[in-house]
């Protein structure tokens, strides 16, 4: 019979390989829009400017940053920040995430509140994160339960910051595409595209998602089981 820390342990790992495999597709998805320039030939820096110009946020600068899909924006600079293979590509997948972090501006412009909730807490679920799987490997390692039942508390605790998160990006892609079709920026075919590419993106936090109620229930289980 698994003690509580092996039962938790044997929910969550195929949880978190669900969010290793989410991550991947979203990679091997970007990278195929990657190599399809669109049509009106403008870059994402070029398009994130246009549109939050459109919309009177001239005071949300547009800046490149290292890294691969570290695209955000920053809510307390606000600042557009894209990777450079977005910043300077005019590829779908480029525009696509441009307009998707220019939804981000739009969000905070409108008092979009799940944004704002999110921005308080996505700190301390990054930190809890690192802990928590620290947490996890020693007491999996020294056959600790007490250990992995701690780690993998912080760990859904923090990830529980993916159930705020998921609307808040998938608004933002709504945003997005509505932005891109309606201002000619992409044609129909390449809306398409670029919602792939976002769609893709956010199965990471529906992934997510699930690790967190999978932790939420595993007590649950538990109780069953004695």
Known sequence: MMNDGGRIAFLLVPAVGLIVY?????????????????????????????????????????????????????LRARIVRLSTDNYRSTSIAALGIAAHETGHALQHTDGYRPLTFRAAFILMAELGVLIAFALLFIGLLARWPEMVEVGAALF???????????????????????????????????????????????????????????????????????
């Open 22 to 74: 989410a991550y991947l597709t979203t990679v091997r998805t970007y990278r195929r829009f990657q190599t399809i320039r669109a049509r009106i030939g403008l870059t994402g820096a070029q398009v994130a400017r246009q549109l939050l110009d459109q919309h009177g946020l001239h005071d949300v600068a547009v800046q490149e940053v290292r890294g691969v899909l570290s695209d955000r924006y920053d």
């Open 156 to 226: 859904t605790g923090a990830v529980l910051c993916s159930l705020i998160t998921l609307p808040v990006e998938l608004n933002a892609s709504r945003r997005a595409l509505v932005l891109l079709g309606a201002g000619g920026y992409l044609t129909d075919r390449e809306v398409d595209g670029a919602k792939t590419v976002l769609r893709a993106a956010a199965w990471t936090y529906v992934a997510a998602a699930v690790v967190a109620l999978v932790h939420v229930l595993s007590p649950i289980v538990s109780r069953g089981d004695e």
